[in-house]
């Protein structure tokens, strides 16, 4: 038996262009605001963790991951996981580990 294979339509040039320049006018946002909030050394972190949610609402804004309720509620409660895990735990890797791995439980 034959296998086909299906060829995936890309997207159009404008529609591509348009993303990119969302997500770089988006990101850059935040890392201006990041930059005056928590100074230019931190910032690159705070912007960096901004690129996954910025695939998302520019690159595949109809995914469930990228609804209101799921992108506000998973960044606040992973940010209140990280800080928590920052505070309670002395070491960084430990902390950044545990930050990651407790995120994911509490965002299911």
Known sequence: MKAQTQIRR?????TSSITALGAFVGLLAVALI????????????????????AVLIFAAPHSP??????LIVGH???????VTCYKLIPDALLASVAAVALAIFVMQ
């Open 10 to 14: 890309g997207t159009s040039l404008r």
């Open 34 to 53: 990041s930059r005056a909030v928590v100074g230019s050394a931190d910032a690159p972190y705070i912007a960096a963790y901004m690129g996954a949610a």
């Open 76 to 82: 606040v409660s992973s940010a209140l996981v990280g």
């Open 65 to 70: 991951l990228c609804q209101p309720w799921a």
